[in-house]
């Protein structure tokens, strides 16, 4: 069967542009593939770049247990990054520009070396440039924040914003680094960045070989988002977040 992949990817564009939920595509007709999925993500990507916005990295996601559990799915996927996704570390967002906003603790990489295909750990590692405590603001469009793998890959993985914080040396061992994520500042949720496959390095080799599937080749200069590490807290106006890793340091952001 061939699909409009075009109108598709306008549906999941338009209700992230103006920040309305829509049903899930497997329910209203638009029963896709995971690669089907990925058509339509890069297609809505496309739409983001037509109006003005650049691709500055990737993310992963359900690289834990925890987010897998929270989601109830179990397959590492990817989505893409643009400058109009980046918010500023301490910065203010606003609650009119997202859906069902939530927000999870992630370790960032930056790219110095292109990264593509099947490599090592050790070979990811080494296109490491440097390593930031994160935070990421998922944002399904979908309503009720339920979707299957299909949906949630076309809706770009649910990536809606991202801070990272300072970036730190590479040679920073990074495979078993505390995490702390507040909410107004109490602990909302604690764990390990071990719990990101074993070491986010791992994440970013995962993103170098998932991403040449669709023919997508990291670049210098790249930040990896490497999946949260911790089930994701939802947001509400007056919050305040802030990640903070061993080591690392901390990120932080408020809702208005
Ligand atoms: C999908 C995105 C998953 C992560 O870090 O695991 C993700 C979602 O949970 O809505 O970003
Ligand atoms: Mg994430």
């Known amino acids: 069967m061939t699909r409009d992949y075009a109108a598709i990817a306008r549906i999941v564009d338009d209700a992230a542009h103006h920040a309305t939920a829509i049903p899930q595509l497997s329910t209203t007709g638009h029963d896709l593939t995971l690669e089907e999925g990925y058509i339509v993500q890069a297609a809505s990507i496309g739409r983001r770049e037509a109006r003005g916005e650049r691709l500055i990295g990737v993310k992963m996601g359900f690289t834990s247990r925890a987010k897998q559990i929270q989601m109830g799915l179990s397959d590492v996927i990817w989505g893409r990054l643009t ?45 490491v440039e440097a390593i930031a405590p994160a935070i990421e603001i998922i944002d399904s469009r979908y309503e009720g924040f339920k979707f299957n793998l299909p949906d949630v890959v076309a809706d770009n993985t649910s990536s809606s914003g991202f801070v990272t914080g300072s970036w730190c040396l590479p040679t920073i061992e990074c495979s078993n680094l505390g995490f702390v994520l507040e909410l107004n500042g109490r602990a909302a949720q604690v764990g390990s960045s071990a719990a990101v496959l074993g070491h986010p390095g791992r994440a970013l080799a995962a993103a170098a070989r998932l991403a040449m599937q669709q023919e997508v080749e990291l670049q210098a200069g790249w930040i990896v988002m490497t ?14 977040v802030r990640c903070s890793v061993q080591s690392l340091g901390e990120a932080s952001f408020s809702v208005n």
């Open 83 to 127: 400058d109009g996704m980046r918010v500023e570390d301490g910065g203010v967002i606003s609650l009119d520009t997202y859906v069902h906003p939530r927000a999870e603790p992630e370790i960032a990489f930056l790219l110095k070396k292109p990264l593509s295909g099947k490599v090592t750990l050790l070979e990811a590692m080494s296109a």
């Open 227 to 240: 999946g949260g590490a911790t089930a994701a807290i939802a947001l509400s106006s007056g919050d305040h």
